[in-house]
């Protein structure tokens, strides 16, 4: 019963940025004009759209800082308007009463959503510089992958029963050459904590040579 008001103000605050959008659109508002109005209205009460990197347990959910580097376009029009995928297996900041399902989006404000989310973007990740990985740099790769252990705190897929293996504390990488750009995985690799700084992300010691970070990004992006 305690669900009821607060699926009442969640149903509210959907119907107010449909009329935000069509307000915005009569005063001549661009698609990014209206997804802004949706992002400050729907999501800032939980994700961070602006300022410096912090660790997790500050937070209830990912930044969007870098949304615009970080996600797949096509992926981010799916994924809120059905997103039933667990990116955080066990939940973000492992509470039980953040467990709730994700907001989902209908199609239009989804689109609008990701316009504006586009324009979220970090000079520090440079485009153009992932090319898929040749056959040797796949290889390496996954002997990389592997031998420090990046599957103990994320799903990677692999040929098992269930289709993954691997542990909860992270993201799931499960289709992640569908979601994240290679350019954003690649930088975020080189150093995590110019991302999720104090986050407990794993940072080998000493740090990895470029081409071996090259080699570990090009192998993640075959993540089907
Ligand atoms: C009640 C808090 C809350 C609200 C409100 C919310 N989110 Fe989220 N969001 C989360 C959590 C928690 C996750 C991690 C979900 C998971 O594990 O699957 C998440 C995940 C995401 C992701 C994937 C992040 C990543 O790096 O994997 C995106 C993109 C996103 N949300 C966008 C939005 C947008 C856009 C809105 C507004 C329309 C919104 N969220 C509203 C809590 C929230
Ligand atoms: C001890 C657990 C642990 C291990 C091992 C680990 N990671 Fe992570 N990883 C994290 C945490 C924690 C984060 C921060 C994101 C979060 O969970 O909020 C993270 C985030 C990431 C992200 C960003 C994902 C996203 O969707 O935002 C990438 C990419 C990544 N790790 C790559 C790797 C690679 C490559 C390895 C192996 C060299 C690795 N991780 C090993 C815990 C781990």
């Given at each position: 019963m305690a669900m009821k008001p607060i699926s009442f103000a969640a149903v509210t605050i959907i119907v107010g940025s449909v009329i935000g959008l069509t307000d915005g659109d009569v005063l001549g508002g661009s698609a990014v004009g209206s997804g802004d109005k949706i992002v400050k209205t729907n999501c800032v009460q939980c994700h961070r759209i602006e300022g410096k990197p912090a660790p997790?347990?500050?937070?209830q959910a990912p930044d969007l800082i870098w949304a615009g580097n970080k996600y797949q376009h096509d992926w981010l029009v799916a994924w809120l308007q059905?997103?039933?995928?667990?990116?955080?297996p066990v939940g973000y900041?492992?509470?039980?009463?953040?467990?709730?399902g994700h907001l989902a989006l209908p199609a239009d404000q989804a689109k609008a959503v990701t316009d504006f989310l586009a324009?979220?973007?970090?000079?520090?990740i440079k485009a153009g510089l992932m090319k898929p990985g040749t056959p040797e740099q796949l290889e390496r790769g996954q002997k990389l992958y592997r031998d420090h252990g990046c599957q103990n705190c994320h799903f990677t897929p692999a040929k098992s029963a269930k289709g993954f293996v691997g542990g909860t504390s992270s993201t799931s990488f499960i289709k992640l050459n569908e979601r994240l750009n290679a350019d954003w995985v690649y930088r975020f690799n080189q150093n995590p904590n110019d991302f999720?700084?104090?986050?407990g992300a794993y940072i080998p010691k000493p740090p990895l040579p470029d081409d071996d970070i090259y080699a570990i990004t090009a192998y993640m992006m075959t993540f089907k």
């Open positions: 997790r347990r500050t937070k059905n997103p039933e995928f667990k990116l955080y900041d492992f509470r039980p009463e953040r467990k709730k324009t979220r973007k970090d000079d520090r999720e700084p104090d986050s």
